[in-house]
């Protein structure tokens, strides 16, 4: 075989592992911009199909990019976690003004962070860009708080699951991670109250469990 031959054959090698990486990286890319954007993108996909579908959610993105959207301070994080512990620990025995306080909550994050928040519909469209995976339980959420007086407890109690999910990753952790899966014990919110809502013990007051233990006892 002659050398240029090889010469050939070595280009052709390069150009086809560099022809894959490039493949391989725009499609790492897509999965992950779809899992940002979770079930917003295939709704509309199923609506305009999927070239329509990269285009406007370039467009969204191109907005949020110009929208100047800032990171938080480790002192206003720690605020607003503050905050979000009030609301939880009155859960147990106020849910609807639990639920109320972090849907305000999640409105305040949103402006502190620059996102224009006067026009919930262009909210939920610039929040689909980064935090489109939580959209569908935030915008339950919006209907069942707007609905407290009537919704049952169990309603509300999936509402602020949804509102956690969405308010933590809003907020962020320190180096712009996600604060729903870091473990910091100095910004998660303290477990003992929260515990009782996610196991299913939400619809008992304090005074209530109280009742119940002191009438077990011999």
Known sequence: MSAGTIILI????????????????????????????????DRLVDEVGPRKARAEFDKRRQRVDG???????????????????????????????????????????????????????????????????????????????????QATTEAMRRAMLSYRGLFFDLLESADGGSLATDQDPDMVPAQSPWKQVTQGRHWKSREQESSDVASTRP
């Not at 009155?90 to 224009?116: C, H, K, M, N, S």
């Open 67 to 149: 929208l100047g959207i800032k990171s938080l301070s480790p002192e206003r994080r720690s605020a607003y976690v503050s905050q979000w512990d009030t609301a939880q620990e009155q859960f147990i025995d106020t849910p609807a003004r639990a639920v109320t306080a972090a849907g305000a909550l999640i409105t305040a994050v949103a402006v502190d962070r620059g996102y224009e928040v006067t026009d919930q519909g262009q909210l939920m469209t610039d929040l689909s860009v980064f935090y489109g995976r939580h959209l569908d339980g935030y915008r339950n959420a919006r209907q069942t708080t707007e609905r407290a007086g």
């Open 10 to 41: 070595v280009v052709i090698l390069v150009i086809v592992a560099v022809a894959t990486a490039v493949m391989s990286t725009r499609m790492r890319r897509r999965v992950a911009e779809r899992e940002l954007v979770g079930p917003e993108y």
